[in-house]
C-alpha cells in the first residue's frame, strides 16, 4: 500500500516538473502559430526591412519599432550605465557600511517600484521637462531621451546588484597584492578589481539590455508611439533623440485588443521578432562571458 | 571467527563506486547483543562497510556490490530498504536532530511508521530518552528545540531517536568523535547499557575507545588498490593483548595509521 | 679649498664610495620628490574618482526618493478613506470620478488565484528536480535529460518578457472561442502564474538545496520513505525561502501591467466573490495606466499610484519579517 501511495507521488512530482516545459511548449507553438501566416503572406524580409506599418494598408513593416526599441535601450545604456556602475562600485568598495545600509535598500526597492509608476511620474514630470528644456520644433516631450531616461532608473537596479556581486567576489588577495605594491585603492580599482569583475560586469549590463528591450508599458507613456521611423528633428543629429517612436513591445501592446487577421498575425509577429532579439541578446551575453572567463 | 548466535553476517560481500572497489571480498558474523567496533585507518571503507547493514549507501549514484549480507539469515538486499531500517538504526558522527522539539525528534520515526496515538508516542519518547539516558535532564520541556541542547544531548538525543523506532541492530559512524571527553564517556557508559537489548556495531578511528568499550573488534585495512578489507576480527580483548596478523599488531601498536 | 690645488691622481676607495653615496643620494632625492608627486597627484585622482562614486550613490538615493516621493506626495492629495472605498465611477472612459476600491479587490482576487495555481506547482517541481531527480543520476540515462530539459525551460520562462506572455495567454485564453474564457480572473491568474512560476520554482529550489544532507540521512534511516522525508522534514526547513518565493511572486503581480492589460479586460468592474473567475476586471496597476493614458485623471493616477507603492513597500518589510523570523526558528530559538 504504502509502496503504491509513493509510486503516486513521483509521478504527481514529474508531471508538476514537466509544467514548465509544457508552458514554454505551450507558448512557442501559440504565438509562432498566430505569427505564421504573417511571416508567410507578408513575407519575413519586407516585414524586418519595411518602414511603413499601416495595417489597414497592409503594409507591415516593422523596422521603425526595431530602430525604437534598438535607440530606446541604447539611450538607457549610455544614461544608465555609467550610474550603475558607480553605484556598484561605490556600494562594493567605497560605502562605508552606514551608508551602504541606506543606498543599497534603496536600490532594491527602486527595483520593485512597479513600471506604470515609473510611467506615470515620466509622463508627469519628465515629459515637460524634455519639452520646456529642449524648444526644438517637433519636441513634444514625449520622446526617445524621456524614454531613455525611464528606462535608465528601470534597468539600474538591475545592473548595479549583478555588478556589485560580480565586483565583491574578486579575491580579496588580488587587492591586497595591489595596495602592498603601493597602488592607491582607486588604481586598484581600475587596474585589478574591475579587470577581473568583468566577466561578470558584462553579463550585469547584459541583463539590463535584455530587460530594457522587454520593458512595454513605461515605454508606452513616454515615447510618443510614433509610427515613423525616428529620424532627427533638425540639423543637430542628436536630436533623434528628441523624436517621437515606438518600440516592438508598445507596438504590440497599443493595438493587440482590437486588431484582427493578418493585422493581429502581424503583430504575434512582431513579438516573435522580439523574442528572437532579446533571446540573441542573452546568448551573446552567454558567450561573451564565455570567452572572457577563458583568457 | 565463527559464533553461535550471528545477526548480521556479509559472505563475499564487495563494494564498488563505479569502476572502483571500496570494499573487498568481506566475509564477517557480528554477534547478536554485544558490541563490535570497526577500526582502522582512514578511508579504508570503514564507514562505508557501517552503512551497509541499513542500506544507506543505496543513497549514492554510482553503486555497485557484489555478494551478500545476511541480518537473521534474510538478504538484506531483497528486502525494502524502508523496512530495513526498522530494524537496523543509525546514529551519525555529527549529532544532527531536526529542527523540531526534542518531543517531536523522538517521536519521528514512529509517527512515520504509522503510530498517531499521542498517549502511545508519549510511551514510546519516555521509554527512549530513559534508554539514552536523556529523561531526566529534559524530562521538563519537550517542547524546547532539539537545537537548544549541548553537543553531547543532541548525540543522546539521535540515539533516543534512533531507538523509538526499536531497531533490532544500532549502527553506530564514530559517535564520539564531534564530543567532549566527558560526553564520550558518557555516551560509551550508554552503549554499554544497550548491548543488553540491542546489537551494535560502532566504528571509531579511537583505539583506546575500542579497546575499552567494545566484546570484538574488527579490523580492516587498505590493499595496494585502496580496497578495503578484513584482516582480522575476533574478541577485544584477545586483539588487542595478542594480535594474530602482524598487520594488526602494527596498527594497534601504533606504528601506523 | 681651491679647485686649482694637486689633485690625485688616483682616487683612494673612500673617495669613490663617497662619491657614489652621494649621486646615490641626489638621484635618490629626485626619485622621492618624484615619487611624492606623483603619489600626490594620484591622491587627487582617487579623491575626484570617489566623489564621482559617492555621487552616484546618492544619486540612486536622490532618484527613489524623487519618484517616490513625488507620486506619493501628490496622491496624498487625493488618497482618502473616500478614495479606498469608493468604486471608480462611469464606464471605460470616464473613472475619473470616484475611487479605487474596485481595483483593490480585483488586484486581491487576481494575486490569490495567480498563486492558487503557481505555488504548489512551482514547489513540487522544485521537490522533484532536486530530491527525486538526483538520485537517478547514476541509472538510466532518461531521467537526466529530462531534468536538464526542465531546467532549460524554467531558464527561458524567466527570460521571456511580459508582454510575450501577455500575448500567449491572449492567445491561449482570451482569443480561444472553444475555450469560452475571455477576458476574465481565469485567464489572468492562469497568464499570471505562467509568469511567477520560475520566480517560485528558483527560490524553492535554492531554499531545498539548502537543507542540510544530514537531515535527510537522519530521515530515511529512521525508516522514513522519501516523500515522508520530503514532506515532513524537507519542506519545513526549507520553508523560509520557498515563501520568500511566494511573496516575491506577490509583488511580481502586483506590479505587473503588461500581462494583465491584455489578458484581464478593462472594466472598473471588480468580481463579484472570489470565485467569479470569469468576471473581468482591472488591477492597479491596470487603473494606473488607464487612468493616465485614457482618461487623462492624473491626481487619480498619482493617488492610485501612491497605494501601489505602499502596497509593495509593505511586501517588501513581509518578506523581511517572514524569513528572519522562520529562519530564527530553525536555529532553535
Same mark, same amino acid.
Given at each position: 500500500?504504502?509502496?503504491?501511495?509513493?509510486?503516486?507521488?513521483?509521478?504527481?512530482?514529474?508531471?508538476?516538473?514537466?509544467? +514548465?516545459?509544457?508552458?514554454?511548449?505551450?507558448?512557442?507553438? =501559440?504565438? #509562432?502559430?498566430?505569427?505564421?501566416?504573417?511571416?508567410?503572406?507578408?513575407?519575413?524580409?519586407?516585414?524586418?526591412?519595411?518602414?511603413?506599418?499601416?495595417?489597414?494598408?497592409?503594409?507591415?513593416?516593422?523596422?521603425?519599432?526595431?530602430?525604437?526599441?534598438?535607440?530606446?535601450?541604447?539611450?538607457?545604456?549610455?544614461?544608465?550605465?555609467? #550610474?550603475?556602475?558607480?553605484?556598484?562600485?561605490?556600494?562594493?568598495?567605497?560605502?562605508?557600511?552606514?551608508?551602504?545600509?541606506?543606498?543599497?535598500?534603496?536600490?532594491?526597492?527602486?527595483?520593485?517600484?512597479?513600471?506604470?509608476?515609473?510611467?506615470?511620474?515620466?509622463?508627469?514630470?519628465?515629459?515637460?521637462?524634455?519639452? +520646456?528644456? =529642449?524648444?526644438?520644433?517637433?519636441? +513634444?516631450?514625449?520622446?526617445?531621451?524621456?524614454?531613455?531616461?525611464?528606462?535608465?532608473?528601470?534597468?539600474?537596479?538591475?545592473?548595479?546588484?549583478?555588478?556589485?556581486?560580480?565586483?565583491?567576489?574578486?579575491?580579496?588577495?588580488?587587492?591586497?597584492?595591489?595596495?602592498?605594491?603601493?597602488?592607491?585603492?582607486?588604481?586598484?580599482?581600475?587596474?585589478?578589481?574591475?579587470?577581473?569583475?568583468?566577466?561578470?560586469?558584462?553579463?550585469?549590463?547584459?541583463?539590463?539590455?535584455?530587460?530594457?528591450?522587454?520593458?512595454?508599458?513605461?515605454?508606452?507613456?513616454?515615447?510618443?508611439?510614433?509610427?515613423?521611423?525616428?529620424?532627427?528633428?533638425?540639423?543637430?543629429?542628436?536630436? #533623434?533623440?528628441?523624436?517621437?517612436?515606438?518600440?516592438?513591445?508598445?507596438?504590440?501592446?497599443?493595438?493587440?485588443?482590437?486588431?484582427?487577421?493578418?493585422?493581429?498575425?502581424?503583430? =504575434?509577429?512582431?513579438?516573435?521578432?522580439? =523574442?528572437?532579439?532579446?533571446?540573441?541578446?542573452?546568448?551573446?551575453?552567454? #558567450?561573451?562571458?564565455?570567452?572572457?572567463?577563458?583568457? | 571467527?565463527?559464533?553461535?548466535?550471528?545477526?548480521?553476517?556479509?559472505?563475499?560481500?564487495?563494494?564498488?563506486?563505479?569502476?572502483?572497489?571500496?570494499?573487498?571480498?568481506?566475509?564477517?558474523?557480528?554477534?547478536?547483543?554485544?558490541?563490535?567496533?570497526?577500526?582502522?585507518?582512514?578511508?579504508?571503507?570503514?564507514?562505508?562497510?557501517?552503512?551497509?547493514?541499513?542500506?544507506?549507501?543505496?543513497?549514492?549514484?554510482?553503486?555497485?556490490?557484489?555478494?551478500?549480507?545476511?541480518?537473521?539469515? $534474510?538478504?538484506?538486499?531483497?528486502?525494502?530498504?524502508?523496512?530495513?531500517?526498522?530494524?537496523?538504526?543509525?546514529?551519525?558522527?555529527?549529532?544532527?536532530?531536526?529542527?523540531?522539539?526534542?518531543?517531536?525528534?523522538?517521536?519521528?520515526?514512529?509517527?512515520? $511508521?504509522?503510530?498517531?496515538?499521542?498517549?502511545?508516542?508519549?510511551?514510546?519518547?519516555?521509554?527512549?530518552?530513559?534508554?539514552?539516558?536523556?529523561?531526566?535532564?529534559?524530562?521538563?520541556?519537550?517542547?524546547?528545540?532539539?537545537?537548544?541542547?549541548?553537543?553531547?544531548?543532541?548525540?543522546?538525543?539521535?540515539?533516543?531517536?534512533?531507538?523509538?523506532?526499536?531497531?533490532?541492530?544500532?549502527?553506530?559512524?564514530?559517535?564520539?568523535?564531534?564530543?567532549?571527553?566527558?560526553?564520550?564517556?558518557?555516551?560509551?557508559?550508554?552503549?554499554?547499557?544497550?548491548?543488553?537489548?540491542?546489537?551494535?556495531?560502532?566504528?571509531? $578511528?579511537?583505539?583506546?575507545?575500542?579497546?575499552?568499550?567494545?566484546?570484538?573488534?574488527?579490523?580492516?585495512?587498505?590493499?595496494?588498490?585502496?580496497?578495503?578489507?578484513?584482516?582480522? $576480527?575476533?574478541?577485544?580483548?584477545?586483539?588487542?593483548?595478542?594480535?594474530?596478523?602482524?598487520?594488526?599488531?602494527?596498527?594497534?601498536?601504533?606504528?601506523?595509521? | 679649498?681651491?679647485?686649482?690645488?694637486?689633485?690625485?691622481?688616483?682616487?683612494?676607495?673612500?673617495?669613490?664610495?663617497?662619491?657614489?653615496?652621494?649621486?646615490?643620494?641626489?638621484?635618490?632625492?629626485?626619485?622621492?620628490?618624484?615619487?611624492?608627486?606623483?603619489?600626490?597627484?594620484?591622491?587627487?585622482?582617487?579623491?575626484?574618482?570617489?566623489?564621482?562614486?559617492?555621487?552616484?550613490?546618492?544619486?540612486?538615493?536622490?532618484?527613489?526618493?524623487?519618484?517616490?516621493?513625488?507620486?506619493?506626495?501628490?496622491?496624498?492629495?487625493?488618497?482618502?478613506?473616500?478614495?479606498?472605498?469608493?468604486?471608480?465611477?462611469?464606464?471605460?472612459?470616464?473613472?475619473?470620478?470616484?475611487?479605487?476600491?474596485?481595483?483593490?479587490?480585483?488586484?486581491?482576487?487576481?494575486?490569490?488565484?495567480?498563486?492558487?495555481?503557481?505555488?504548489?506547482?512551482?514547489?513540487?517541481?522544485?521537490?522533484?528536480?532536486?530530491?527525486?531527480?538526483?538520485?537517478?543520476?547514476?541509472?538510466?540515462?532518461?531521467?537526466?535529460?529530462?531534468?536538464?530539459?526542465?531546467?532549460?525551460?524554467?531558464?527561458?520562462?524567466?527570460?521571456?518578457?511580459?508582454?510575450?506572455?501577455?500575448?500567449?495567454?491572449?492567445?491561449?485564453?482570451?482569443?480561444?472561442?472553444?475555450?469560452?474564457?475571455?477576458?476574465?480572473?481565469?485567464?489572468?491568474?492562469?497568464?499570471?502564474?505562467?509568469?511567477?512560476?520560475?520566480?517560485?520554482?528558483?527560490?524553492?529550489?535554492?531554499?531545498?538545496?539548502?537543507?542540510?544532507?544530514?537531515?535527510?540521512?537522519?530521515?530515511?534511516?529512521?525508516?522514513?520513505?522519501?516523500?515522508?522525508?520530503?514532506?515532513?522534514?524537507?519542506?519545513?526547513?526549507?520553508?523560509?525561502?520557498?515563501?520568500?518565493?511566494?511573496?516575491?511572486?506577490?509583488?511580481?503581480?502586483?506590479?505587473?501591467?503588461?500581462?494583465?492589460?491584455?489578458?484581464?479586460?478593462?472594466?472598473?468592474?471588480?468580481?463579484?466573490?472570489?470565485?467569479?473567475?470569469?468576471?473581468?476586471?482591472?488591477?492597479?496597476?491596470?487603473?494606473?495606466?488607464?487612468?493616465?493614458?485614457?482618461?487623462?485623471?492624473?491626481?487619480?493616477?498619482?493617488?492610485?499610484?501612491?497605494?501601489?507603492?505602499?502596497?509593495?513597500?509593505?511586501?517588501?518589510?513581509?518578506?523581511?519579517?517572514?524569513?528572519?523570523?522562520?529562519?530564527?526558528?530553525?536555529?532553535?530559538?
Amino acid at each position: 500500500m504504502r509502496k503504491l501511495v509513493d509510486t503516486g507521488i513521483r509521478y504527481v512530482l514529474f508531471l508538476s516538473a514537466l509544467a +514548465s516545459v509544457f508552458i514554454v511548449f505551450l507558448i512557442l507553438l =501559440f504565438t #509562432l502559430r498566430e505569427a505564421l501566416p504573417a511571416f508567410r503572406e507578408y513575407g519575413v524580409a519586407p516585414m524586418l526591412t519595411g518602414t511603413v506599418w499601416r495595417p489597414q494598408e497592409d503594409q507591415l513593416g516593422i523596422l521603425s519599432m526595431i530602430a525604437g526599441s534598438l535607440l530606446v535601450t541604447l539611450g538607457s545604456v549610455i544614461l544608465g550605465v555609467p #550610474l550603475a556602475m558607480g553605484g556598484a562600485i561605490f556600494l562594493a568598495e567605497v560605502a562605508p557600511p552606514a551608508v551602504r545600509e541606506i543606498v543599497r535598500p534603496a536600490v532594491e526597492l527602486l527595483a520593485g517600484i512597479p513600471s506604470v509608476v515609473y510611467g506615470l511620474f515620466g509622463m508627469v514630470v519628465l515629459v515637460p521637462a524634455v519639452r +520646456s528644456t =529642449f524648444s526644438v520644433p517637433g519636441n +513634444s516631450g514625449f520622446n526617445l531621451l524621456s524614454a531613455s531616461m525611464v528606462l535608465a532608473v528601470m534597468v539600474l537596479p538591475t545592473i548595479t546588484n549583478i555588478a556589485e556581486d560580480a565586483i565583491r567576489a574578486v579575491p580579496r588577495d588580488f587587492k591586497e597584492g595591489s595596495l602592498a605594491l603601493g597602488a592607491t585603492r582607486w588604481q586598484t580599482i581600475v587596474r585589478v578589481t574591475l579587470p577581473t569583475a568583468r566577466s561578470g560586469i558584462i553579463a550585469a549590463i547584459i541583463l539590463g539590455v535584455g530587460r530594457a528591450l522587454g520593458e512595454t508599458m513605461a515605454m508606452i507613456m513616454v515615447i510618443g508611439n510614433s509610427i515613423r521611423m525616428p529620424g532627427p528633428l533638425s540639423q543637430n543629429p542628436l536630436t #533623434l533623440f528628441l523624436s517621437q517612436a515606438r518600440t516592438l513591445t508598445g507596438n504590440v501592446a497599443v493595438e493587440i485588443k482590437y486588431a484582427t487577421g493578418l493585422h493581429e498575425d502581424a503583430l =504575434f509577429a512582431t513579438g516573435v521578432v522580439l =523574442f528572437i532579439l532579446i533571446m540573441l541578446v542573452n546568448g551573446s551575453a552567454r #558567450l561573451l562571458i564565455q570567452r572572457g572567463g577563458a583568457e | 571467527m565463527e559464533f553461535q548466535d550471528v545477526k548480521l553476517e556479509t559472505k563475499a560481500y564487495s563494494l564498488y563506486y563505479g569502476d572502483f572497489r571500496a570494499l573487498k571480498s568481506v566475509d564477517i558474523q557480528i554477534p547478536r547483543n554485544a558490541i563490535t567496533a570497526i577500526i582502522g585507518p582512514s578511508g579504508c571503507g570503514k564507514s562505508t562497510f557501517l552503512r551497509t547493514f541499513n542500506r544507506m549507501n543505496d543513497l549514492i549514484s554510482g553503486v555497485r556490490v557484489d555478494g551478500d549480507v545476511f541480518i537473521d539469515e $534474510h538478504n538484506v538486499f531483497a528486502m525494502d530498504p524502508v523496512e530495513l531500517r526498522f530494524c537496523v538504526g543509525m546514529v551519525f558522527q555529527r549529532p544532527n536532530p531536526f529542527p523540531k522539539s526534542i518531543f517531536d525528534n523522538v517521536a519521528y520515526g514512529p509517527r512515520s $511508521h504509522g503510530i498517531r496515538d499521542r498517549a502511545e508516542l508519549a510511551e514510546i519518547v519516555e521509554k527512549s530518552l530513559r534508554g539514552a539516558v536523556l529523561w531526566d535532564e529534559v524530562k521538563d520541556d519537550l517542547n524546547k528545540s532539539g537545537l537548544a541542547l549541548s553537543g553531547g544531548q543532541q548525540q543522546r538525543l539521535c540515539i533516543a531517536r534512533a531507538l523509538a523506532v526499536e531497531p533490532d541492530v544500532i549502527l553506530m559512524d564514530e559517535p564520539a568523535s564531534a564530543l567532549d571527553p566527558v560526553a564520550t564517556l558518557k555516551i560509551e557508559e550508554l552503549i554499554q547499557q544497550l548491548k543488553r537489548e540491542y546489537t551494535i556495531v560502532i566504528v571509531t $578511528h579511537n583505539m583506546q575507545q575500542a579497546a575499552r568499550a567494545s566484546d570484538y573488534t574488527a579490523f580492516f585495512m587498505m590493499d595496494e588498490d585502496r580496497a578495503g578489507y578484513l584482516v582480522e $576480527h575476533g574478541p577485544t580483548q584477545r586483539m588487542f593483548t595478542n594480535p594474530q596478523e602482524e598487520i594488526t599488531e602494527r596498527y594497534i601498536t601504533g606504528r601506523f595509521g | 679649498m681651491s679647485e686649482g690645488t694637486a689633485r690625485p691622481t688616483t682616487m683612494t676607495r673612500e673617495d669613490v664610495t663617497f662619491r657614489r653615496l652621494v649621486q646615490l643620494a641626489v638621484s635618490q632625492r629626485e626619485e622621492t620628490s618624484r615619487a611624492k608627486v606623483n603619489l600626490a597627484r594620484r591622491h587627487l585622482i582617487q579623491r575626484a574618482a570617489f566623489g564621482l562614486l559617492w555621487l552616484s550613490g546618492i544619486a540612486a538615493v536622490a532618484i527613489l526618493l524623487a519618484v517616490v516621493g513625488y507620486v506619493v506626495v501628490q496622491g496624498a492629495k487625493v488618497v482618502n478613506l473616500e478614495f479606498l472605498t469608493t468604486p471608480p465611477a462611469g464606464g471605460l472612459a470616464t473613472s475619473d470620478v470616484g475611487g479605487m476600491s474596485t481595483t483593490i479587490v480585483s488586484t486581491v482576487y487576481l494575486v490569490f488565484w495567480t498563486i492558487v495555481f503557481a505555488g504548489p506547482l512551482g514547489i513540487l517541481a522544485a521537490i522533484y528536480l532536486v530530491e527525486y531527480a538526483e538520485e537517478m543520476e547514476g541509472g538510466s540515462g532518461l531521467v537526466p535529460i529530462i531534468v536538464s530539459v526542465v531546467r532549460f525551460a524554467v531558464e527561458i520562462l524567466a527570460g521571456v518578457p511580459s508582454i510575450i506572455f501577455g500575448l500567449f495567454g491572449y492567445a491561449l485564453f482570451v482569443s480561444a472561442v472553444a475555450l469560452g474564457w475571455s477576458f476574465s480572473l481565469r485567464s489572468a491568474a492562469a497568464t499570471g502564474a505562467c509568469l511567477v512560476l520560475p520566480v517560485i520554482i528558483r527560490a524553492s529550489e535554492e531554499a531545498i538545496k539548502a537543507v542540510p544532507r544530514s537531515y535527510r540521512e537522519a530521515s530515511l534511516a529512521l525508516g522514513a520513505t522519501k516523500w515522508q522525508t520530503a514532506w515532513k522534514i524537507v519542506l519545513p526547513a526549507a520553508a523560509p525561502g520557498i515563501i520568500t518565493g511566494i511573496v516575491l511572486s506577490v509583488g511580481r503581480v502586483v506590479s505587473e501591467t503588461a500581462v494583465f492589460f491584455v489578458t484581464f479586460g478593462g472594466t472598473v468592474r471588480a468580481p463579484d466573490t472570489v470565485f467569479d473567475l470569469s468576471s473581468p476586471g482591472r488591477s492597479m496597476a491596470l487603473h494606473v495606466y488607464y487612468l493616465a493614458m485614457e482618461t487623462r485623471a492624473f491626481d487619480k493616477a498619482m493617488g492610485t499610484g501612491a497605494v501601489l507603492i505602499l502596497t509593495i513597500i509593505l511586501i517588501n518589510l513581509l518578506i523581511n519579517i517572514v524569513s528572519r523570523r522562520l529562519t530564527a526558528k530553525l536555529k532553535g530559538r
